[in-house]
């Protein structure tokens, strides 16, 4: 199975570096020298790192078969996928392939069925659960054990820790503030 690692960024340098904006939590295991990835292009390519390292905070990877600058611009703004086999995990135990989340059934602490996860959206600060609801809105709730306490794979279930407004937008409460003066 094909899972998105990383987005190439703008060149650096002069020997075909690219800088890449990391999709994964193994990017030292799946941007390991020898590793092979695959663009998302209408033409995809196969890409074998020749080496990786960090530099200020970003991951710059040098491919074997991007010999200079020119070449590194040219997959400016491509996505990148890493072959992972079906029954692979994570290292660590708390941590999930959006593959294992999307399609596990959602409940409430208290056990209530409240709907299904359909998506994992990635955002700088944290990533969200997209749950389609039984009553059919889509809801999105943060990936944070405060919320989402528990996680069964063998169980194909999530556990949501309903909130005001969370699972709900309708039941929000609204706080009234004072006008400043």
């Known amino acids: 199975m094909l899972v998105t690692v990383g987005r190439i960024g703008r060149a650096h340098g002069i020997k075909g570096e690219v800088g890449v904006d990391v999709r994964t939590d193994e990017p030292d295991r799946r941007f390991a020298d020898g590793a092979v990835v695959v663009t998302d292009a209408k033409v995809s390519r196969t ?3 020749e080496s990786s390292r960090w530099h200020s905070g970003r991951l710059l990877v040098k491919f074997a078969e991007v010999p200079d600058r ?5 997959l ?5 996928q890493s072959e ?3 029954d692979e ?3 660590d135990p708390d941590e999930y392939y959006d593959r294992d989340l999307i399609g596990l059934s959602v409940r409430t602490t208290e056990g209530a069925e409240v709907g299904e996860v359909t998506d994992v959206v990635h955002l700088p600060a944290q990533d969200l659960l997209e749950i389609r609801r039984t009553a059919g809105n889509t809801v999105l709730v943060p990936l944070v054990e405060e919320l989402v306490p528990e996680i069964d794979l063998g169980k194909q279930y999530v556990v949501v820790a309903d909130r005001p407004g969370l699972l709900d937008p309708e039941g929000a409460e609204v706080v ?5 003066d």
């Open 84 to 86: 992972v086999a079906d």
């Open 89 to 91: 995990r994570p290292e």
């Open 70 to 74: 020119t070449a590194a611009e040219q």
């Open 176 to 180: 009234e503030t004072e006008p400043e």
């Open 76 to 80: 400016r703004n491509l996505y990148v």
């Open 47 to 49: 890409l074998t790192v």
